[in-house]
């Protein structure tokens, strides 16, 4: 099976991934933090920052694979503090709308640079 990668415009990954790698028509999506592509750094200012950040991160990822959130079917939420989840999810009901994707959502111990949250994706054209 032959396997074709994108990695989004005016950013590079942290390490030997890609953003997003495409198989038969399935796309799965590195994890995205809240890392702010100009400065290497993740955005100041909490989970709600972060969380816009992997969004906006996410979208540049999916339109450079030809994609946009409809095409989403399945997201995983990677969170170091589950009290985060109120605003976490206030900032992703944003992002998508019904009918939505499949959602999990994991406390973790931490998460690369430090981020609050990271967050996944599988899509499908």
């Known amino acids: 099976m032959p396997r074709n990668a994108f990695n989004a ?3 590079n990954p942290v390490g030997p991934y890609s953003h997003v790698a495409e198989s038969e028509g399935l796309f799965f999506f590195s994890g995205q933090i809240g890392l702010d592509g ?18 906006k991160n996410i979208t ?5 694979a030809g994609l946009s959130e409809c095409d989403v079917v399945k997201v995983t939420v990677f969170l170091t503090d589950m009290a985060n989840f109120p605003e976490m999810n206030s900032i992703y009901e944003k992002y998508f709308s019904k009918p ?3 959602r999990s959502t994991i406390g973790v111990a931490s998460l690369p640079l430090g981020a609050l949250v990271e967050i996944e994706l599988t899509a499908r054209r």
Do not use: D, H, R, S
């Not at 100009?38 to 969004?55: D, L, N, S």
């Open 100 to 102: 939505y994707p499949a």
């Open 60 to 64: 540049a990822v999916l339109e450079t």
């Open 38 to 55: 100009t400065t290497g750094k993740i955005v100041p200012g909490g989970i709600a920052a972060e969380t816009e950040q992997c969004f």
């Open 9 to 11: 415009k005016n950013t």
